[in-house]
């Protein structure tokens, strides 16, 4: 009984602030994070148009197919408002049900990238082509790990759930964390389809 207070106690623990210590780290960690991406994304602008051969982005991107992928990773994000809000409300099972969506979802998304990228070297298009093969598999490649890891992170709280009372109403904060992160993710994923993707097909700049 004891543990099980002090257990909840962790989870909502008073700080300065108001946010648990675990989540104020999860929080700077994607602060650092968005300047990690930033700093892709501006250099990828930097070197936009200044490749000297092809091919170019309107060569091999394929808008439909990339932005089918883009509602898969879009649709894993609402899958995971469900987990967390099943969750929340006691029903562990329909929790499970939206948590492996969301995973699968995200698998999906994945399957889609690697499959882009077979396409682009098959066109002639790797890292070492020109500069915008260069910057283009830098920054999706980066943020393609960072899907990586979001789903085995949500696998692992999966399989977690079917230990007794390790995920509870009371203890969701893995979860939300969880979550924070794959929410991050997607906002990242928006920005990228529409500079990398519809700027690079459509103009913009």
Same mark, same amino acid.
């Given at each position: 009984?004891?543990?099980?207070?002090?257990?909840?106690?962790?989870?909502?623990?008073?700080?300065?602030?108001?946010?648990?210590?675990?989540?104020?780290?999860?929080?700077?960690?994607?602060?650092?994070?968005?300047?990690?991406?930033?700093?892709?994304?501006?250099?990828?602008?930097?070197?936009?148009?200044?490749?000297?051969?092809?091919?170019?982005?309107?060569?091999?991107?394929?808008?439909?197919?990339?932005?089918?992928?883009?509602?898969?990773?879009?649709?894993?994000?609402?899958?995971?408002?469900?987990?967390?809000?099943?969750?929340?409300?006691?029903?562990?099972?329909?929790?499970?049900?939206?948590?492996?969506?969301?995973?699968?979802?995200?698998?999906?998304?994945? +399957?889609?990238?690697?499959?882009? @990228?077979? *396409?682009? !070297?098959?066109?002639?298009?790797?890292?070492?082509?020109? /500069? =915008? %093969?260069?910057?283009?598999?830098?920054?999706?490649?980066?943020?393609?790990?960072?899907?990586?890891?979001?789903?085995?992170?949500?696998?692992?709280?999966?399989?977690?759930?079917?230990?007794?009372?390790?995920?509870?109403?009371?203890?969701?904060?893995?979860?939300?964390? +969880?979550?924070?992160?794959?929410? @991050?993710? *997607?906002? !990242?994923?928006?920005?990228?389809?529409?500079?990398?993707? /519809? =700027? %690079?097909?459509?103009?913009?700049?």
């Amino acid at each position: 009984m004891a543990q099980a207070t002090a257990a909840h106690h962790g989870e909502h623990e008073a700080t300065t602030t108001g946010l648990n210590h675990r989540k104020m780290l999860m929080w700077a960690f994607l602060g650092s994070d968005c300047m990690f991406f930033g700093s892709f994304i501006a250099t990828y602008l930097v070197y936009k148009n200044k490749s000297l051969v092809g091919p170019f982005p309107e060569d091999v991107f394929s808008i439909p197919v990339t932005s089918v992928s883009t509602f898969v990773l879009l649709m894993s994000s609402m899958s995971m408002v469900l987990a967390y809000s099943a969750l929340t409300r006691g029903n562990i099972k329909v929790f499970r049900v939206w948590l492996a969506s969301t995973a699968i979802l995200g698998m999906t998304f994945l +399957a889609f990238q690697t499959f882009e @990228f077979r *396409d682009f !070297v098959v066109e002639g298009l790797t890292p070492r082509t020109n /500069l =915008f %093969g260069t910057t283009f598999f830098t920054l999706t490649g980066f943020h393609g790990a960072h899907v990586t890891i979001g789903v085995i992170w949500l696998l692992s709280l999966l399989f977690y759930s079917f230990k007794e009372g390790a995920v509870t109403p009371e203890r969701n904060l893995d979860v939300d964390i +969880a979550a924070l992160y794959w929410h @991050f993710v *997607d906002v !990242v994923w928006i920005v990228i389809f529409t500079v990398v993707y /519809l =700027f %690079g097909v459509f103009g913009g700049f």
